[in-house]
């Protein structure tokens, strides 16, 4: 029988989840909202219109604030920023910067043992290239090789993978094959980028990684559709 594969992505993802956040936000802008959560260590608030309401990316951290913080950070999302509202926010994150990640220092680098070059792809050059044409070089994370463990009876595979904490991107190294299409390898990779740039959305308790906005964002990438055509007719082959 043909072994048949899918692609799978694997998320870390340890900040609990506090489903009225949205609707909270939602309720105090009278406007629809499209709510991200990210472990950005250097954009707390990011906020872009998408009518007829918002489209936000909010650090965790605001899981926790109140009802003040909260309407002050809904004046910030309509626009309306005195400057009470930009203290207040401030202030907030001020107090909070213990939940900010910090940086990793060059041997926590060396320990997450970073790979980007493998034996006929350098994922370092294809991240760059991509970044540059699709998130004008907004995406600041690592990328490597992962590890490919053969599971014995598993029916799916894993192709990639982004770790919020560590903020990593990593490929499955049976893509590292002269028989693979550049643009395949683009694919995986623009796709692992996006959910860097978008986070997670939290929606009546669920967690949700591809909805409508991260969709039409992948519809993005010029080869989408040939590369998914690729893999499914190649991708038993590099997994026998």
């Known amino acids: 029988m043909e072994r048949r594969c899918r692609m799978k992505e694997w998320y870390d993802l340890s900040a609990p989840p506090k489903s009225t956040l949205e609707e909270r936000l939602?309720?105090?802008?009278?406007r629809p909202l499209s709510l991200y959560?990210?472990?950005?260590?250097?954009?707390?608030i990011s906020v872009r219109r998408s009518?007829?309401?918002y489209v936000v990316r909010l650090h965790h951290m605001f899981l926790e604030a109140d009802e003040s913080v909260l309407k002050s950070l809904a004046q910030y999302i309509s626009g309306r920023n005195p400057n009470s509202v930009t203290r207040a926010l401030r202030a907030y994150i001020k107090a909070n910067q213990a939940k900010i990640r910090r940086p990793s220092r060059p041997a926590e680098l060396r320990q997450l043992n970073i790979m980007p070059k493998g034996r006929h792809y350098h994922l370092q050059e294809a991240f760059e290239r991509l970044n540059r044409e699709y998130f004008q070089d907004r995406v600041a994370c690592r990328i490597t090789w992962g590890n490919h463990r053969k599971r014995p009876g598993r029916r799916t595979i894993r192709l990639g993978s982004y770790c919020r904490n560590q903020e990593i991107i990593r490929i499955n190294p049976i893509l590292d094959n002269a028989s693979v299409p550049a643009y395949v390898i683009d694919h995986i990779v623009h796709h692992e980028m996006l959910?860097?740039?978008?986070?997670?959305?939290?929606?009546?308790?669920?967690?949700?990684?591809?909805?409508r906005i991260f969709k039409e964002r992948e519809q993005d990438?010029?080869?989408?559709?040939?590369a998914r055509v690729w893999l499914k007719k190649h991708l038993p082959t590099l997994t026998t």
């Open 26 to 30: 939602e309720h105090l802008l009278k």
């Open 37 to 44: 959560l990210t472990d950005n260590a250097r954009s707390m």
């Open 51 to 53: 009518l007829p309401g």
């Open 195 to 211: 959910h860097h740039c978008l986070g997670v959305r939290e929606k009546n308790g669920r967690r949700i990684f591809h909805d």
């Open 221 to 226: 990438f010029a080869y989408r559709s040939k």
